[in-house]
């Protein structure tokens, strides 16, 4: 399985972006979809995870009420919808996915098993 992600950029404060992930070859059902962020000098991040049967999200305190994920109808895409964009919010973005986890958490999310490549994320006045 490959993702592949996409809809990093620069943006200024206040404003919005859309980072879709779509997974080739999932002919494995992905239990867990999520993304992950890593801003220099800082840890890496969990920011928001899907467990795809349910549609049951989860979101880090950091983005909770600004950022939404969602999923398409075939369950090997997710978006995460980034709004009211800060600057602590500049980034590395990684999409991530597991077949099997039963904990969608972003927590949880970090020994899961496909990871992409990463899309940067900006934001600055």
């Known amino acids: 399985v490959q993702l592949v992600e996409s809809g990093g950029g620069s943006v200024q404060p206040g404003g919005s972006l859309r980072l879709p992930c779509a997974a080739s070859?999932?002919?494995?059902?992905?239990?867990?979809m999520g993304w992950f962020r890593h801003a220099p000098g800082k840890e890496r991040e969990g920011v928001a995870g899907?467990?795809?049967?349910?549609?049951?999200?989860y979101y880090a305190d950091s983005v909770e009420g600004r950022f939404t994920l969602s999923q398409d109808n075939g369950k090997s895409a997710v978006y995460l919808q980034m709004d009211s964009l800060k600057p602590e919010d500049t980034a590395t973005y990684y999409c991530?996915?597991?077949?099997?986890?039963?904990?969608?958490?972003?927590?949880?999310?970090?020994?899961?098993?496909?990871w992409g490549q990463g899309t940067q994320v900006t934001v600055s006045s």
């Open positions: 991530a996915a597991d077949p099997f986890s039963l904990d969608c958490t972003p927590v949880a999310g970090f020994d899961w098993t496909y």
């Open positions: 070859d999932a002919s494995d059902s992905l239990n867990c």
């Open positions: 899907i467990r795809t049967d349910s549609g049951t999200t």
